[in-house]
């Protein structure tokens, strides 16, 4: 099994990366913020790996942060959560912050990751939530107290405007996914930048 990864980086896209170590270049799989923060590397990179060994493929999936790496095989844990969809929850933001969602039963940004929706994120809070508790997770700034809850409150403006639920939970994340989680964002900011996304202003029925 390997554990991690250290080399230059080769190529990289929007899901994997190639790293080069001793002559070999080994394909892993990142999300979207971290294989921009690799276009930007420079000289050599540490990654840690997360191992799946299947029949047909040996697949790696890496992650800058250890802790990250913890939280991504939590995620693993979940029913019907496959390593492709907690890396796509993991795109949406840092980790600390979908941590702390979870901590304060706040399902708003997971329900903005495309493929999960209000469901999938319940479930996720209902069984994750002892678990990062015990992680002991630090409040982030502009975390999940003060950015879930506008979240969902510009869902419901853009439902109340005549949006379909997952039309605006698609738009929101978007948003969120653009900012890469660097930003608190207001509701008002977050309806704005939603509509501009949904290409009109109009209630749609």
């Known amino acids: 099994m390997i554990a991690s990864l250290r080399g230059a980086v080769g190529r990289v896209d929007e899901e994997s990366v190639v790293i080069e170590v001793a002559g070999v ?4 799989f990142v999300h ?17 790996v997360h ?18 790496l913890v939280f991504f095989r939590h995620l ?15 795109s949406r933001t840092e980790w600390g912050v979908l941590a702390e969602a979870i901590a304060a039963e706040d399902h708003g940004v997971l329900a903005t990751v495309p493929g999960i929706g ?7 809070v209902l069984e994750l939530k002892g678990t990062v508790d015990q992680m002991g997770i630090a409040p982030s700034p502009g ?21 379909s639920a997952p039309q ?10 653009a ?10 900011d977050l309806v704005r930048d939603a509509l501009k996304r949904l290409g009109s202003r109009e209630v749609r029925r």
Do not use: C, M, N
């Open 168 to 177: 605006a939970r698609e738009a929101v994340g978007a948003g969120l996914a």
């Open 143 to 163: 975390g999940a107290r003060s950015g879930g809850a506008p979240v969902e409150r510009a869902v419901d403006a853009l439902v109340q405007l005549g949006f």
């Open 118 to 124: 209000v469901k999938t994120a319940r479930r996720i």
């Open 76 to 90: 693993l844990g979940v029913e019907r959560i496959g390593p492709k969809a907690a890396l796509a929850i993991l």
């Open 179 to 188: 900012a890469q989680g660097e930003e608190a964002h207001s509701v008002e």
């Open 51 to 68: 191992t799946v060994v299947r029949d047909d493929a040996i697949s790696l999936y890496g992650f800058l942060d250890p802790q990250e």
């Open 32 to 48: 979207q913020r971290t294989a921009a923060r690799l276009r930007a590397a420079v000289g050599e990179v540490r990654l840690d």
């Open 25 to 28: 270049g080994y394909q892993v």
